[in-house]
Structure formats: structure tokens, C-alpha cells
């Protein structure tokens, strides 16, 4: 058996395929910000292969990949702390992929919700890249030996599936190699709405632009999008309890809640007995305060992409200094024959 104790470390990713939104915003990359103040080693992960389980047009993955990027930095992600990388320039998390799909089992992969949602009824057509998917997302964070992975409530299963494959590699080898990752999801925004329709998610996939806020939308768009929200005609209640069957109006006050850094009962104690036409103009302006200088500060640095490809190019190398060593040796606890000094 070999022990290991594992020092925190935390690792997450977002895929690099169009535009990043709200749910992203304050689901993820928000987070992330939250997790470099505490100063623990952190990997975030722009996850291109991830991205081309569906087609992507080349041009624009390129684009997006540092688009991505420049998001993660405006929003407060500094390159010297964290570490920045699109997981491409990192080929251990492709190898340690390999190795986790002849771990996972197809039933496993087969009772993911994301896996049936994506491929639907068309499975035979989808690609053998989307149906491993969480293998790879394992491999991303099993690869840096990660302990905790800030992501929406949506990746839950996903991290479910991360333990197992763990469980199952060191079990099968007799080692205590893998660690069995801690999902962290937590706050008010873990799941944020569509703005059309408070039963679906707010994504990237939906057709109508009007459901999410992309982090690329003027201050204009974003009041418009907030007015246009979908409500119901009652005034917002006094406690949490008075939103449990209005969906709308709980994503709104969530939002408000994630995004002025309150708790639910701090914002319904303010805002309780007021009407939407109230309260839309205030969400508004609280979101158009906080997203205007992460979307100014986008632009920005997408000027110079230079400096986006050297910080990534900086970023995978300090990131192969942590999975090198451990690809190599769960290539050597698996049996492979590793290379030696000729
Ligand atoms: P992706 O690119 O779909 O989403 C990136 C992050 O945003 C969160 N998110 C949301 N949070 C709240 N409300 C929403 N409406 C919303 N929509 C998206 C997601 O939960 C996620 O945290 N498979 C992952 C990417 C990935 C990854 C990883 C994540 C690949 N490898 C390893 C963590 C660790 C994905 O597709 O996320």
C-alpha cells in the first residue's frame, strides 16, 4: 500500500466554446476568485479537448481559448498565483484519460445525465470523445492530485463519478494513489436560471441570447435582458420560504444575492414587499456595476494576445512540473515500463 497525504490543491475548468455567461460567472469563475484569496495552490483549466466532444470550428475555438482566458484574468485570476493553462498544452491530462477510460466502466459513463441530455436520442451519432468526457474532466483533476474542485451544481454528478474512478484505481492497484476529490459547491448562485424560463438552466446552448447574460454584453443589453426577465405578478416576499414555488423570482434574488455577496434572508430583509418593477432597475445596476469592468477589461487584453498565449505557455509549464511526476508514476504503479538513462 502506498500512503499519501495529499496537500490541498484545487483545480476547475470551463470549457472554451462560446461566450461565458452569468451561471458561469457566479458558478465558477467568481469562485475561483474567492479561492486565490486563500491562498491554496490553484490550476484553472481553459478545456479545449473537453470543447471539441462536439464540433468546433477552428477559428473560433482559438478565439474563444483566449477569450476564456482574458475572462478568467478580468475577473480578478492573476496569472503569478494561479496557475492559467488550456489543457491541450498539458498532454498528462490526455495520457491519464487513457488510462481512466480502461478504469471507468461503460455503465458509469452510460447513467450520466450530461452524456443522455447531449447525445439524446441521436447516441449512435455522437462522438466516442463525448460519451468518455468525464474520464478526461477525472483525469484533469486526478492528474494534480486536486482535493477540491469549485464548480455549479450541474458538474455534481460529474465529481461523483471523479471518486469512483479514484476508489476504483487505487482499490484495483492496492495503493492509496488517487485522491477522492471534494466537490465544492456552495452559494447562492450554484445553479442560475435561464431569464426566460426559471425551470431550465441558464447555458450557452440555449437559442434565445435573451435567457443568459454573456460576459461580453453592454451595460445596455444587460439592463435590457434584467427588464425583459421573466417574473410573476406578485411582490417579492419577506423570507426565502415565500420563493419556494416562484422559480423566476428565486433566480433573481439569487443573482442579487451572488452577485452584492449577501445571503438570501439579507436581500429578501431589503427587498421584501417591493414589486419587480422595483426591483429589476436595482438588479440591473448592481449587475451592470459589477460585469462593465470585467467586460471593458476583456476587451483589453484581447488586444494583445501575445501576452494571453505566453501566460498559458508559462502556465502549462509550471503545470507539468506537478503532472509529469504523478503521470509517471501511475504509469508505474500500472505496470509500464518507464524510460531510463541511456
Ligand atoms: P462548463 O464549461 O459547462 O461550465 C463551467 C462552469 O460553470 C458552471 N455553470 C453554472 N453554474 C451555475 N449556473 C449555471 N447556469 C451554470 N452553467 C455552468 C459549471 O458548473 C462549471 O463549474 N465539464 C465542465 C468543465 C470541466 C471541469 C473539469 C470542471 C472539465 N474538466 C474539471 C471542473 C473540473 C463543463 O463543461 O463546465
Redesign the pocket.
Known amino acids: 500500500m502506498t500512503e499519501t497525504t495529499f496537500t490541498p490543491r484545487v483545480?476547475?475548468?470551463?470549457?472554451p466554446?462560446g461566450n461565458l455567461?452569468?451561471?458561469?460567472y457566479?458558478?465558477?469563475?467568481k469562485r475561483f476568485v474567492d479561492w486565490q484569496a486563500k491562498d491554496v495552490e490553484s490550476i484553472y483549466?481553459m478545456?479545449d479537448l473537453?470543447a471539441i466532444t462536439v464540433w468546433q470550428d477552428p477559428a473560433d475555438l482559438k478565439k474563444s481559448t483566449r477569450e476564456l482566458c482574458a475572462g478568467f484574468i478580468a475577473a480578478g485570476l492573476d496569472p503569478e498565483k494561479s496557475i492559467l493553462i488550456n489543457?491541450s498544452q498539458v498532454p498528462e491530462h490526455a495520457q491519464l484519460a487513457w488510462v481512466f477510460n480502461c478504469v471507468a466502466r461503460m455503465g458509469w459513463m452510460q447513467r450520466m445525465t450530461?452524456w443522455k441530455d447531449k447525445a439524446g436520442k441521436n447516441a449512435q451519432n455522437a462522438s466516442l470523445g463525448l460519451f468518455a468526457?468525464?474520464a478526461?474532466?477525472a483525469a484533469?483533476?486526478l492528474v494534480y492530485h486536486?482535493t477540491h474542485?469549485?464548480?455549479?451544481?450541474?458538474?455534481k454528478q460529474?465529481?461523483e463519478l471523479?471518486r469512483d474512478i479514484a476508489i476504483k484505481f487505487n482499490h484495483d492497484y492496492g495503493v492509496n494513489f488517487f485522491p477522492e476529490t471534494e466537490p465544492v459547491i456552495e452559494g447562492a448562485?450554484?445553479?442560475?436560471?435561464s431569464l426566460r424560463d426559471g425551470s431550465k438552466?441558464?447555458?450557452?446552448s440555449d437559442p434565445s441570447d435573451a435567457s443568459r447574460i454573456n460576459l461580453t454584453d453592454d451595460a445596455d443589453a444587460i439592463a435590457k435582458k434584467i427588464r425583459k426577465a421573466k417574473t410573476d405578478p406578485e411582490a417579492l416576499p419577506s423570507e426565502a420560504k415565500g420563493l419556494e414555488e416562484r422559480p423566476e423570482a428565486r433566480n433573481l434574488v439569487n443573482i442579487y444575492a451572488a452577485m452584492a455577496e449577501m445571503s438570501v434572508d439579507q436581500v429578501l430583509a431589503e427587498v421584501g414587499g417591493k414589486q419587480f418593477s422595483e426591483f429589476k432597475p436595482m438588479l440591473a445596476d448592481l449587475a451592470v456595476a459589477k460585469m462593465s469592468p470585467i467586460t471593458t477589461e476583456m476587451a483589453r487584453l484581447m488586444e494583445n494576445q501575445d501576452e494571453i498565449d505566453k501566460i498559458l505557455a508559462r502556465g502549462s509549464e509550471r503545470a507539468r512540473a506537478i503532472t509529469a511526476p504523478i503521470l509517471s508514476q501511475t504509469y508505474d504503479i500500472i505496470g509500464m515500463v518507464r524510460p531510463v538513462e541511456v
Do not use: W
Request: aromatic share 4%; with cysteine; charged share 15%.
Open positions: 483545480f476547475s475548468g470551463i470549457q466554446s455567461h452569468l451561471g458561469n457566479l458558478g465558477a469563475l483549466c478545456v473537453h489543457q450530461q468526457y468525464p478526461l474532466m484533469d483533476i486536486a474542485v469549485p464548480v455549479g451544481e450541474d458538474q460529474h465529481l471523479t448562485a450554484t445553479r442560475v436560471m438552466k441558464m447555458s450557452k
